[in-house]
């Protein structure tokens, strides 16, 4: 191929024209060189007759003749090496060959002979193309010239938009062509110039790169020779002037092309880009003679750079890429950091200049650039500005990029030390305060003001969401202090404080709101950069900010008294607040400001404003001005609400939002913005879910989340997705058959009612309520609460109810499943039970899905529904551990038999879902166990005593677990609070008497839910062995004593809540587990419980112990939140978020709150999620360690679920899992070492709280 003649050439030729002409029409219709080069890659794709083409035919034979053999030896080398190995793919023997052909020498001598003739053949086919183009220029020369005023820029070149990379056609000719169109009669400076715009225009980008550098290189000279007149800083700049607009017409195409450059740049080799980097930022580099006065010197180009792109738009471009932005920053660092060096000086003298003139008599620099106004005169002053613009523009996208910020330190004449990026922040913040503000009321028209404030706001904005940047430049205390300055000064009424404006302050806490937004921001205003250090240390940022806020909302502050714009700061600063206290950790630290009493206080009056207002009388003149009072008035007292429900976002929050009395209001706010699908907050990453699950996790909560008409919405949305649709919606085809038991349009709206549906709101909602069990249901009758869903969708105990639904199968598939979750609750089951039978519906409805086939054959249908009640028959009749229990699966199995489990519809209920545990296998006591028994016997002093016995205890845990169990588990605790109830250190409430006989509680009743809770006990006692019998009438008298004793202890109260009317709503798990422990004996369990009683874990583990308790704060009692709720669940949000960060983000992600699963797992003591022998070591556990150790109990359960939880986060049913499966593998005593370092950690905080629930801090 090498030596191939002339004639081998002109074939070529011909075969290419043909290939070419065949195209023609596509590649003319392509928009750009690139568009017609894909048409070509792919043309095999598209053309049909690829294979036809002669020059693809020429090129196969060639390959073939050529390659062909080497090919063949390849494949059969292969094919017999496999033949020892396992059997191989078409696919790999192709990728081996090719890779092996690609790198032969045959191949490479083939491409390089190719490349040769082609472009022998290439270049002729161009040459006759630019012969045959010249000639006919020639003859339409004349038309050409008489159009050709319309085709390019005539009069002003640089003004018109950037058209680069349109158009990459060029030829030797249309130089000449541009060189004609040129009017003689304009100035040569005029002809140049546009010369060098067209030019950049029609050339191929190879050439626009050596024009661009052309006309660099000729600015440099321009600005270096002492010959031309260039403007100094002291006479200004007349852009009327000729000289300078001719100066500026060039600069200005120069940065048209660099804002343009990065767009097609990357396509060719990187040498291409560094020449036009390196040219550019020599010419910005140009400094004259420093000897003058900085007054007197001429100006340099950057200067007039900053003048026609003043935010640096072309080094943002520039920046944005990695493969240009390392070639800058390289250059920047080797040869041009001057560049860097200036822009941090005139910053600095900037801020130098705004010192020595105070407040406003700095020019009024903002207008000239952001009033759109003519101006045709630049002074010094304003040129100083507008440079110092650019250069902080340009400083802030640096430091945007890690290698931009290792530039730094940087040496400036000027002073002293090394300029630091701690120093650049820090005079950027004061740059904020120190210079003039705009106008207070600004227009939409100026809304891209350029005033050094909101510059310098808008800088840091960007560096606050660049994480790693952030970190590295902004959390540290030297950049907060110096953001929190002017407030210092302002709470203590210095002379510096009227200098900061209400705009300045609007600024800092915006940068605040989003540091705080952020983990490691969070932490260093709560903690400062030395949290754990012992020295004594002024108040960190966060102290300082909620002193501030509090201090405006109290209006304590006399400066702002009056101003307009006092809202406006106020809403800011409380914005920062919330992204502090809507965080577990940052409400304690803002406890001691009650700020959600100042803000209730401030939303009361401004409430009882927008009442007064008058309303507005047509033809009034005062009409406009009432008007935007009402709507200042209005979205203040929103924002007062929004920054109310935000408190919501944490269990103890929540509490305060009640007691602020104004839940109500706030829920239907957030309903309000809900139903107009608004954002929830402006940093809130996620939606609405977690404030719904934490609200809905207590009574009044629940109430009002109905009373705003939220749960409403929801049903009726659920119920267009599941039965009917929207009437205005045009059926054009038929909806698809669901696939899934629930489907993917009614998933959202499911996880809503298991989020919305804990015990708490379940029995405010539905308790005491008859289902409606109507005759008949009107086919348009829609559910709008809770108990019509139980109606329509669970309980279907009528025909009425069945031919009411138009998807029977796939709606009561839905209510099945929401049965299932619901009933994990055991309160809730217990109430359903309890109220509607629902174990006699299910078991009916099985009855009549049998299939008599003689008298002596029944078959139950095996069928969605069927199966679907199987499992919660299974799951309500049967408690037990993961180890205890077997539910059958909702899916049907392949082979034969698709579902082996039996289906019942009658009592008793099979026995093989029970599994064959060791049950209540008593070990016998070893000799560990007797030391530590021993230690019950022994005298020592009180406090050493409880040490050694919860050290042995530790160490039995770790070392043998399984021994503390059965009577020794009974023996150890009995003994062990008996002697925490005579040391006066280690109880906590007061000792009661009670003389209550058996005889005297014999008539006293117990709820429905109380009994059915003693039968459900029973139960589960018997299967483990531990209860006989009799054990129901015991446990019953149990129950009715300790009602009588814990009322004793409670104060009156009137509330409309349903759960504060009456005693404890839910059964008394604590005292059935304790029963059982007791082996059933009922004198034990009462004497344990009023020994128990006196001690502060009574509070945590046995819930009615607190019940409307005259131990808790009035308004502690009238929430009807509990301290397990406000203190334990908060504690353990607030550690999961350190200690499983990812499983504290996929709760998030999932709009589900931690909080919520934890208070059920507490309040059932773990029953359905542990084993027996958990459930004693979890009880044990928290008696002997202290009540700390319930919250670390469930950390160390997260820790051992992350996987898991993960998993079910990216599965969208993290809510149903945690509900419905039980704590698989978890054992108390696996996580001992790790639950000992949490307590290390934090125990004097969550203790401390846990001793100040009787009178809580607010």
């Known amino acids: ?287 004259h003679d420093q000897s003058h006065l900085v007054s007197q010197k001429n100006l340099d180009p950057i200067y007039f750079f900053a003048l026609v792109d003043t935010k640096a738009v072309w080094f943002k471009k520039w920046m944005h890429a990695y493969y240009s932005r390392t070639a800058v920053l390289r250059l920047l660092e080797k040869k041009y950091k001057s560049l860097i060096t200036t822009a941090v000086q005139q910053c600095f003298q900037y801020f130098d200049l705004c010192e020595a003139m105070k407040v406003n008599e700095i020019l009024s620099h903002s207008k000239h650039c952001g009033n759109k106004q003519k101006t045709f005169f630049y002074s010094g002053q304003e040129l100083q500005y507008i440079y110092f613009i650019h250069s902080l523009c340009l400083l802030g996208r640096l430091l945007i990029y890690t290698q931009g910020r290792r530039l730094f330190p940087i040496k400036l004449k000027s002073r002293k030390d090394l300029v630091s990026l701690t120093d650049l922040l820090v005079l950027f913040t004061q740059l904020i305060y120190y210079s003039p503000s705009c106008p207070k009321m600004t227009s939409a028209a100026h809304l891209d003001n350029y005033s050094p404030a909101s510059m310098v706001t808008e800088v840091l904005q960007i560096l606050c969401d660049q994480k790693e940047c952030a970190v590295e430049c902004l959390y540290n205390n030297t950049v907060i202090e110096a953001l929190l300055q002017p407030i210092h000064n302002l709470m203590k009424e210095t002379k510096a404080a009227p200098n900061c404006s209400e705009a300045a302050l609007i600024h800092i806490a915006d940068i605040l709101a989003r540091i705080a937004s952020v983990e490691e921001g969070l932490t260093l205003l709560l903690y400062g950069e030395n949290m754990n250090s012992s020295e004594e240390k002024s108040p960190t940022g966060a102290h300082i900010i909620a002193q501030f806020s509090k201090k405006l909302l109290d209006e304590d502050i006399s400066i702002f008294s009056g101003s307009e714009m006092l809202p406006v700061v106020k809403g800011a600063f409380i914005s920062v607040c919330r992204q502090i206290y809507g965080t577990c950790e940052g409400l304690q630290v803002l406890i001691p400001y009650s700020l959600h009493e100042s803000i209730a206080k401030a939303w009361k009056k401004t409430s009882l404003l927008s009442e007064r207002i008058p309303t507005p009388v047509k033809g009034s003149d005062s009409v406009s001005s009432i008007s935007q009072e009402s709507q200042n008035i209005m979205a203040w007292e929103e924002n007062l609400l929004d920054d109310l429900l935000n ?97 993917r349009s009614c998933q959202k709206s499911f996880l809503g009612l298991v989020n919305l549906l804990p015990y708490p709101a379940v029995y405010e909602l539905v308790g005491n309520q008859d289902l409606p069990n109507k005759a008949e249901y009107s086919l348009r009758e829609v559910p709008t609460c809770v108990l019509d869903i139980l109606d329509r969708l669970i309980i279907l105990n009528s025909e009425a109810k069945i031919r009411s639904l138009f998807n029977y199968e796939q709606s009561h598939i839905f209510g099945l499943r929401l049965l299932s979750v619901l009933c994990c609750d055991l309160d809730t089951l217990l109430l359903l039970e309890a109220q509607y039978q629902v174990s006699e519906m299910l078991l009916n409805a099985q009855e009549e899905n049998i299939l008599e086939t003689s008298e002596s054959h029944r078959h139950f249908i095996i069928d969605g529904l069927s199966v679907e009640r199987n499992h919660v028959l299974v799951r309500i009749n049967f408690i037990g551990g993961p180890m205890e229990r077997i539910l059958p699966p909702r899916v049907l199995e392949k082979g034969d038999d698709p579902y082996p489990w039996p289906m019942f519809s009658s009592y008793p209920l099979p026995t093989c ?336 709280d846990m001793q100040n629930v009787r009178v809580q801090n607010t």
């Open 647 to 743: 408190f919501a976002a944490t269990p103890k929050g929540l509490l305060f939002l009640q007691r602020t009395g104004a839940i109500n209001e706030c829920v239907t706010f957030m309903f309000n913005r809900y139903a107009k699908k608004l954002q929830i907050s402006r940093h809130k990453k996620f939606g609405y879910g977690v404030l719904v699950t934490q609200v809905a996790s207590t009574a009044a909560g629940a109430i009002a989340l109905q009373s705003s008409g939220f749960i409403n919405a929801l049903i009726t949305e659920l119920w267009a997705n599941l039965e009917c649709g929207r009437d205005d919606v045009r059926v054009t085809h038929p909806r698809s058959t669901p696939v899934d038991p629930i489907d």
């Open 913 to 1248: 879902y029970l599994s064959e545990v060791t049950r209540n296998a008593d070990l016998k006591q070893d000799n560990d166990l007797g030391k530590l028994l021993l230690h019950f016997k022994m005298s020592d002093k009180q406090t050493e005593w409880i040490e050694n016995c919860r050290r042995q205890f530790c160490k039995m845990m770790k070392a043998k677990p399984d021994i503390i169990s059965g009577s020794a588990l009974l023996e150890l605790l009995e003994k062990f609070v008996l002697h925490l109830s005579e040391s006066p250190s280690e109880c906590y409430f007061p000792s009661v008497e009670y003389t209550a006989t058996d005889a005297n509680v014999k008539n006293e009743s117990l709820s429905s839910v109380q009994q059915l809770g003693i039968k459900m006990t029973v139960r589960y006692g018997k299967f483990l062995n531990l209860l006989k019998d009799s054990a129901e009438n015991d446990l019953t008298l149990v129950l009715k004593h300790c009602e009588r004793f814990l009322k004793q202890q409670q104060a009156p109260i009137k509330s409309s809540l349903l759960c504060l009317q009456g005693s404890y709503a839910g059964h008394d798990w604590f005292v059935s587990s304790l029963f059982m422990i007791m082996l059933g004996d009922k004198e034990k369990t009462l004497r344990f419980l009023q020994q128990f009683s006196r001690l502060l874990i009574s509070a945590f583990l046995w819930l009615p112990r607190l019940h409307i308790s005259r131990y808790l704060p009035t308004d502690t009692i009238e929430s009807g939140i509990h301290p397990v709720y406000f203190c334990s669940t908060h504690y353990i949000e607030m550690l999961l978020k350190v200690e499983v960060p990812l499983v504290f983000s996929a709760f998030h992600m999932s709009g589900f709150a931690p909080s919520q699963i934890c208070l059920l797992w507490i309040t059932q003591c773990f029953w359905n999620y542990l084993d027996w022998i958990e459930i004693c070591h979890y009880i044990a556990t928290c008696v002997f360690l202290g009540p700390d150790y319930q919250v670390y109990i469930c950390i160390a359960i997260f820790k051992h679920l992350q996987q898991d939880i993960l998993q079910h986060t990216q599965t969208q049913d993290l809510q149903v899992f945690l509900k419905e499966e039980a704590l698989h593998g978890f054992r108390v005593s696996d996580y001992f070492e790790y639950m000992e370092i949490l307590e290390q950690n934090y125990r004097p905080v969550v203790l401390r």
């Open 1 to 287: 191929m090498a030596q191939s003649s002339g004639e081998d050439a002109v074939v070529l030729q011909a075969m290419l024209r043909q290939l070419f002409q065949s195209v023609k029409e596509k590649i003319t219709g392509a928009p750009s060189l690139e568009c017609a080069e894909e048409i070509l890659v792919h043309l095999e794709e598209t053309d049909e007759n690829f294979h036809n083409y002669e020059f693809v035919k020429y090129l196969r034979q060639h390959i073939c003749n050529t390659l062909g053999s080497m090919i063949e030896e390849e494949m059969e080398k292969w094919t017999s090496d496999q033949n020892q190995a396992e059997e191989s793919g078409y696919d790999t023997v192709v990728q081996h060959v090719t890779k092996r052909t690609q790198e032969s020498k045959e191949y490479k001598e083939m491409m390089h002979s190719l490349k040769n003739i082609m472009m022998v053949v290439v270049e002729s086919m161009i040459n006759k193309f630019e012969e045959d183009e010249i000639r006919n220029q020639e003859r339409q020369k004349k038309i050409q010239k008489e159009k050709s005023n319309n085709s390019y820029c005539t009069d002003n070149c640089s003004d018109s938009d950037s058209s680069f990379n349109q158009s990459y056609k060029f030829c030797q000719g249309k130089l000449q062509l541009i060189l004609d169109q040129l009017d003689p009669g304009q100035p040569k400076e005029d002809r140049i110039l546009k010369f060098y715009a067209q030019t950049f225009t029609l050339s191929p980008l190879h050439m626009t790169k050596e024009i661009y550098t052309s006309l660099a290189k000729y600015l440099k000279l321009y600005f270096l020779s002492r010959e031309n007149h260039i403007p100094t800083l002291s006479t200004g700049i007349d852009i009327s002037n000729p000289n300078v607009i001719c100066l500026l017409k060039k600069v200005r195409l120069l940065n048209e092309y660099q804002k343009e450059a990065p767009s097609f740049w990357i396509r060719h080799p990187e040498k291409y880009m560094e020449e036009i980097v390196e040219n550019t930022l020599s010419l910005l580099s140009v400094k």
